[in-house]
């Protein structure tokens, strides 16, 4: 039978975990806090950044590629910056192993001492500012739109696979421009693009909104966020765009001619987003029989399961569907395995979450028919053999926006709007979701906020209308109500 | 006018650094021996590993990803393996900084130091076949054919970019097999990828063997190598593909029950190829004027240069032609930057080794013609608009082909039989090339030459005809001649 997998509603911790490993997505390495990344869950992320990667350039954005180690001084030329990363950094102090005199294996080399230590990089800025003052005299040479495919490590204490690892994949932008307004425009359009990949690509809505200052990136002066609802209504924040303001020009030092020939320091944007979304996307849509993913994600989009026998005979017919499904555009696998039962193969498919299963067994072949079964609602169409490939064509899509739907309408039933501290706590403390209340302002609010209840302020919706009201706490003057959750 | 370069036969080396520099593929970073990959050389970079993932894919390849740390006690585990790499590793030895208590800046926190230090990978063989032990247990589980495209550190003492860094970018292999045969079968497909790919796409022919024995990779019981001939007759290692045998099977306890239900170790292969694949490129096909490049590699195939003015009128066509061009998969840049002049941008695209250029202008216009030059020979042609298109669908192709041409006539004019030491002395210590001769199969006669000469055996060439002789040092007999030269 199918492995089995803890339920939601039983321990939805365990639950996220079996469906990573069960599903071959990912499991833990001999590294603390560093996953392996298995070739499902990298086909997953070869999706995404495919995806990605076409609407950067699309958008005039290039790749390239920096070092990944940063001398440790750099860290410190921003002030809130190596505050903000000091605390998790893999450092490297030495550059070479000797055998062990004293036994058996290697030990490091105390003669290999680095006269200055490298961090392996917990972001770029500093590595890439640094590097874009030899690129920048006049404003000719702006804006620079760049971006990094690239591993990056952050030494965290409690980890989980693909939502805070050691080490993690990910994308980072850093783009630098001569004016201020150019930067903002710079880092809404990215944030616009992240929002677009995950509502049609993940078929995962977001609330965009700005964070509150305490929650901004170590050295901006504005993070912009998608912040996503999982399925025990805690937040998940899925993207981050950030305008730096002259932070890291004015460390790094990084002046150009502006067309008038005054000297001005460069303005920048940075922003990123992980191998944390798959993390997003297993519990965006996933249930209690394993993975769902979104067709426009999905390695494999339709699995064909010949019911035996005649084996060879079915397989004529198996391939004659594979290859007109392949030449709309779509991946398919057909399982040719002969060791496992129809039953078994099913589970585990749907434990993989492929969107849409083609049964394919010799009754079917007399009767002219197929049965197409979708992984997301679990039902199963009787489809005329001619009329196969067209449908499954409008099912995938069918399929995706069924889960947008889905997830859409489970925010929907788990977003509060309240006016009392009361109100507040029992949704927080109780079944969660997320809340719309007013706030004062301060750092002084949601710190206590965030000490009595652990939600934090998710956002300052962008889309959140003027509504002067009182703030839950201190009862000082609100224009508009923010988003609060509890978040990943 | 244009940056000016340092001509091939004034300085070798220099010229190689000029194109790299001028040519915006890469730079020195402020991390020893790390390079920057600019825009450019990483858009080469990107097409290098599209078509060789296409490659791997289409022969059953997966990819996935392992942690960048390796334990340190993990490299001891293979004896020749930790010998070959302990003197060049990065060590990770703390995982949090501090600040300073004596002054400014941060500094190592000595109370997070790592009980066991980590490496920064070299080459992962030994992480990967740590997992690959709960991966397998049965014949059902193999083979097991995964790629994995990461950065990898080796702290090199002398670097030069792409060539030798200490960071730099490869794809690695690393295969599972239940058979000896197998695993060898899988060994020479991919040396048969590699070598295609350095044909037929980068237009550079190269010579392929086994490795000697003091030549292999460090763990491998036979080596692979793809050699090219570059423009200072020196050989350079283009890609590797290594039979491992049980080494790494029998150093991680990786044991599979057979059909026949006998315990047995592991069949492994490992292969890779990296960024210096962009060195090799450069020093295959570039000259005194810049880089060329093979239209299959060249991230813009052809560049529409408008002759002012009137600029606007010009535009219209040239957008016209451009549209036309990418509707046959052609990748086109229109220069619309109306500052610089004709001349200094004819220049700027022959030193990024655009592989066509048109050049449009008002009387061309009226002529209702084009210009047409190819970087590769330098020809102009005026071609009839009607005909641009297919005149440069075909011209790519040529380009192609010329390049391959023009490499294996260099290779040709530099390759040399002899069969006495003093001969083979006069050629490597003179011009340099590819010399074939007869060696008595012995590592120390093998290293005699190289102490003498520094010339190395790049290769025992499959092609090798079975010709006896004797070797020029010992005057041992040998079986057939095996190829030396200096390399990189």
Sequence with gaps: MAKEITSRSENYSQWYLDIVYKA?????SAVRGCMVIKPYGYAIWEKIREELDRRFKETGHQNAYFPIFIPKSFLSKEADHVEGFAKECAVVTHHRLMNNPNGPGVVVDPDAKLEEELIVRPTSETIIWNTYRDWIKSYRDLPILINQWANIVRWEMRTRPFLRTTEFLWQEGHTAHALKEEAITETKLIHDIYADFAETVMAMPVIKG????????AGALDTYTIEAMMQDGKALQAGTSHFLGQNFAKAFEVKFLTENNIEDFVWATSW????RLIGALIMTHSDDDGLVLPPKLAPIQVVIVPIPKPFDELMVHAEKIADALKARGISVKIDKDEKNRPGFKFAEYEMKG????????????????LEIARRDTKEKTSVKMENAVDHV?????????NLYQKAIEFRKNNTYSVDTFEDFRNIIDGKG????????GTAETEEKIKELTKATIRCIPNEAADEPGTDMISGKPSERRVLFAKAY
């Design 24 to 28: 071959g997505l990912a499991e833990n």
């Design 210 to 217: 700005a964070k509150s200052e305490s929650e901004r990136f």
């Design 272 to 275: 990123g987003v992980s191998t």
């Design 354 to 369: 492929v969107p849409v299963r083609i049964g394919i067994g010799a009754r079917d072949i007399e009767n002219g028919v």
């Design 393 to 401: 064509v409008v099912l995938l899509d069918e399929i995706q926006e």
């Design 433 to 440: 979701g997320f809340v719309y209340a007013h706030w004062d």
